[in-house]
């Protein structure tokens, strides 16, 4: 039971680093993006300019949060990770979203600051986590 439990924590670990890495390219990606973004086709990345990449980033960078970060508070019950990534996502799909249509500025303001408060609340996750297997042990599910 102790090996599967184990197995269990280590990839919603994972899932959480992932998520704060997701999210920190992704506010990098919108900050950067108004700068460089006629330099994209000359080194070939100019789907990263998409609308479509940046849409299918944002919604797993959302799916990926809701799941780690959820269990993440059935584990150890601490609302503050959740609490800064509910504004995060809604920043996140009103700047790709509705946003979008507008201003270039406003767009690369809100998901940029969206994507680093997500990544903050991983961030958060991850801490309340190892305090929560510090303090209990990793066989305490309460």
């Known amino acids: 039971m102790d090996s599967d439990f184990s197995g ?68 150890h019950r601490v609302p503050q990770p959740l609490t800064i990534a509910l504004p995060a996502l809604a920043l996140l799909l009103a700047g790709v979203t509705v946003a979008e249509s507008g201003s270039i500025v406003l767009h690369s303001v809100m998901v940029t600051i969206g994507g680093l408060l997500l990544a903050f609340s991983h961030f958060l996750n991850l801490r309340a986590d190892r305090l929560y297997e510090h303090v209990h042990g990793p066989d305490c599910m309460h």
């Open 8 to 75: 269990k924590s280590f990839w919603w670990h994972v899932a959480d680093r992932v998520g704060t890495a997701a999210s920190f390219l992704c506010a990098i990606h919108c900050a950067l993006l108004p700068f460089v973004l006629a330099l994209l086709p000359f080194i070939g990345l100019e789907f990263l300019a998409s609308h479509t990449f940046e849409r299918i980033f944002v919604m797993f960078a959302c799916a990926l949060a809701l799941f780690s970060l959820g269990r993440g508070y059935r584990r």
